[in-house]
Each structure stands twice: as structure tokens, then as C-alpha cells.
């Protein structure tokens, strides 16, 4: 029997950081955030061998012809991506969220370094509502986070909500492999190397067995444009990267 968008949305959504726990997924995954935020940027360079660096810049280069000048970067983490879009697009000014606020730390701290704090500013809050007035952005982007939300097409729903008419949403999220081959060796890294360095260097076991078990679980391909269209966004398209490990998704709101 085919499985329906609607039953992927609701997969990813009972996949939670901690099992053993009855707390609801966005206080699951804030506290796996705070607890793995000083670990982050070194696992993502050591998980992808750096090409996530790669994968980021080819999202930029989704919103280049666009030429945003307000972007809202959602689920921000360190504050990678939106030092990337910062640096490559020259918008007039990003807005990063996030739950973490241990994450956030590390993304002020990042900004200050490379003394960006009037281009870019960190709010913490949960997409699910955001504190964002209708039609406020130009752009709305988010790397590697909508497998994290609680409710996936509310999520889409409230980023929509925040784009300006033409404005794009972009997605970067990592996917699962269609090959069997390849799928055979990604399933041997991500399910057992990835889980092993992530406790070894984080001190949290489960944060790196659920990344699997989310990727797992999220809509992918036509069921995650599915969700895009049914916020109310148009020309809704996506594009495979790396053997289909990580996947870029573009919309655009009427």
C-alpha cells in the first residue's frame, strides 16, 4: 500500500530525540541541542566529510537570482547558513531562530568574530509560531531542521506565512540514498560509525542515533513538495545531491 504525505508528516513527527521520555518533541529536541551545541560544527564537517559546506552553497545559489535583502533562516543552529547567505547574497538583514539557545550561544559568538552583528541577529523561538509579522521576508530558508518539527505542515504553514508574495522558501534537508548499493554503505555509517563519534564526542548516545531514525522518517521527493503545496506555495520543486543523501527543496508563495 503507498504511503501518503500525510503519514510521512506524522513518521517524523513520533520520532523523538529521547524514547524514554513523555515530553513533547520540541522540549526533546531543544534540550538535545543545548546538550550537543558545543559538538555541532565538528560533527557536521566529520558526518558529511565537509560537504555540507557545499551543499549549503548550492542553496544559496537557489536564492541568488532573487537577490533577497530580508531572509529569516529558520531552525539556525550555529549560525552556519546564515553567515553563508550573509556573505554571499549581501542582504540588508538575516533573522536567525532557533530553540537551542545553546545553539544560539554559538552562533552570536561566530557573528562576533567576524563582527556581522548588524547584518545578522539571533532570536530564540519555536517555528511552530513565529514571531514574525505576514509577508515580512523576502526569503525563508532552513538547513537541516524540519525533520526536528514537531508539526511538519504547521511548520511550512507559519514559514509561508512570514514570505512576502515571490518570495522563495529553501529547504536543505538530508535524505536517504534510492540506490540499494549505495544505501547499503550509508545505512553502515549513519546507523552505527555516526552514532559511536557522535557519543564519543558529545557525551550524548541518543542525539546521534535518532539523526538516522529522523532522516529515516521525513518526507522526501514529491511528499515533502506535497507539504510546500499545501501551505500555499507554488512552483515547488526539488533536486537530489550527493546520491541522495541530502535534498534541496524550492517554493515560491504566490
Same mark, same amino acid.
Given at each position: 500500500?503507498?504511503?501518503?504525505?500525510?503519514?510521512?508528516?506524522?513518521?517524523?513527527?513520533?520520532?523523538?530525540?529521547?524514547?524514554?521520555?513523555?515530553?513533547?518533541?520540541?522540549?526533546?529536541?531543544?534540550?538535545?541541542?543545548?546538550?550537543?551545541?558545543?559538538?555541532?560544527?565538528?560533527?557536521?564537517?566529520?558526518?558529511?566529510?565537509?560537504?555540507?559546506?557545499?551543499?549549503?552553497?548550492?542553496?544559496?545559489?537557489?536564492?541568488?537570482?532573487?537577490?533577497?535583502?530580508?531572509? #529569516?533562516?529558520?531552525? *539556525?543552529?550555529?549560525?552556519?547558513?546564515?553567515?553563508?547567505?550573509?556573505? &554571499? +547574497? @549581501?542582504?540588508h538583514h538575516i533573522t536567525g531562530i532557533d530553540l537551542s539557545q545553546g545553539m544560539l550561544d554559538e552562533a552570536c559568538r561566530k557573528v562576533k568574530e567576524k563582527g556581522l552583528e548588524q547584518a545578522i541577529t539571533f532570536v530564540q523561538g519555536d517555528c511552530m509560531a513565529l514571531p514574525m509579522e505576514d509577508g515580512t521576508f523576502d526569503a525563508v530558508t532552513v538547513a537541516f531542521g524540519v525533520r526536528n518539527f514537531e508539526h511538519l505542515q504547521q511548520g511550512y504553514q507559519e514559514m509561508a506565512r512570514v514570505l512576502r508574495p515571490g518570495g522563495m522558501l529553501c529547504v536543505l534537508e #538530508?535524505?536517504?540514498? *534510492?540506490?540499494?548499493?549505495?544505501?547499503?554503505?550509508?545505512?553502515?555509517? &549513519? +546507523? @552505527?560509525?555516526?552514532?559511536?563519534?557522535?557519543?564519543?564526542?558529545?557525551?550524548?548516545?541518543?542525539?546521534?542515533?535518532?539523526?538516522?531514525?529522523s532522516i529515516a522518517a521525513v518526507p522526501q521527493g514529491d511528499d515533502m513538495l506535497q507539504l510546500m503545496r499545501n501551505a500555499g506555495l507554488r512552483d515547488a520543486s526539488f533536486k537530489r545531491l550527493t546520491l541522495g543523501v541530502c535534498t534541496i527543496y524550492t517554493a515560491i508563495k504566490s
Amino acid at each position: 500500500m503507498k504511503t501518503t504525505n500525510q503519514d510521512n508528516g506524522n513518521r517524523v513527527e513520533q520520532v523523538t530525540p529521547y524514547s524514554d521520555q513523555t515530553t513533547a518533541k520540541t522540549e526533546q529536541v531543544r534540550q538535545m541541542f543545548d546538550s550537543i551545541a558545543p559538538a555541532y560544527d565538528f560533527m557536521n564537517r566529520a558526518m558529511t566529510l565537509g560537504i555540507d559546506i557545499w551543499w549549503r552553497w548550492l542553496a544559496v545559489k537557489r536564492l541568488k537570482r532573487l537577490m533577497p535583502t530580508t531572509i #529569516l533562516d529558520v531552525a *539556525t543552529g550555529t549560525g552556519d547558513f546564515a553567515i553563508q547567505l550573509n556573505n &554571499t +547574497l @549581501h542582504p540588508h538583514h538575516i533573522t536567525g531562530i532557533d530553540l537551542s539557545q545553546g545553539m544560539l550561544d554559538e552562533a552570536c559568538r561566530k557573528v562576533k568574530e567576524k563582527g556581522l552583528e548588524q547584518a545578522i541577529t539571533f532570536v530564540q523561538g519555536d517555528c511552530m509560531a513565529l514571531p514574525m509579522e505576514d509577508g515580512t521576508f523576502d526569503a525563508v530558508t532552513v538547513a537541516f531542521g524540519v525533520r526536528n518539527f514537531e508539526h511538519l505542515q504547521q511548520g511550512y504553514q507559519e514559514m509561508a506565512r512570514v514570505l512576502r508574495p515571490g518570495g522563495m522558501l529553501c529547504v536543505l534537508e #538530508l535524505s536517504t540514498p *534510492t540506490s540499494r548499493l549505495i544505501r547499503w554503505f550509508y545505512d553502515l555509517y &549513519t +546507523l @552505527h560509525i555516526i552514532p559511536a563519534i557522535g557519543a564519543m564526542k558529545s557525551g550524548d548516545k541518543s542525539a546521534y542515533r535518532y539523526l538516522p531514525q529522523s532522516i529515516a522518517a521525513v518526507p522526501q521527493g514529491d511528499d515533502m513538495l506535497q507539504l510546500m503545496r499545501n501551505a500555499g506555495l507554488r512552483d515547488a520543486s526539488f533536486k537530489r545531491l550527493t546520491l541522495g543523501v541530502c535534498t534541496i527543496y524550492t517554493a515560491i508563495k504566490s
